[in-house]
Nanobody, 125 residues
């Protein structure tokens, strides 16, 4: 059973930056595709960004393109989400998720088999 733990959330002013981390237990981390999702109050959980198991491919929601960057450190069993130019609408609980190496739909919650508990990101205007 893989376990995921997010960290790095907090309160930041609009235009600021945060880096989220997701530590993953298990010896097969380098075989997991990883994703970040977020859920704002009263809204459904939505896809933010994805990285393939080998780190060679990434995918971003339109809201994240040009501002967010995902990276994966297999040696540290950790995936990162660097968020720059944050906006109040980025306020949400951010979740990391692990999936099998080859997923049909990287944006679909159902493709991911393991989830962290989430970390709160609040962007003030």
């Amino acid at each position: 059973q893989v376990q995921l733990e997010e960290s790095g959330g907090g309160l930041v002013q609009a235009g600021g930056s945060l880096r989220l981390s997701c530590a993953v237990s298990g010896r097969t981390f380098n075989r997991y595709a990883m994703g970040w999702f977020r859920q704002a109050p009263g809204k459904e959980r939505e896809f933010v960004v994805y990285i393939s198991w080998n780190g060679e491919n990434t995918g971003y929601a339109d809201s994240a393109k040009g501002r967010f960057t995902i990276s994966k450190d297999n040696a540290k069993n950790t995936v990162y989400l660097q968020m720059n130019s944050l906006k109040p609408e980025d306020t949400a609980v951010y979740y990391c998720a692990a999936g099998d190496p080859y997923m049909a739909r990287i944006t679909s919650l159902g493709e991911y088999h393991s989830w962290g508990q989430g970390t709160q990101v609040t962007v003030s205007s």
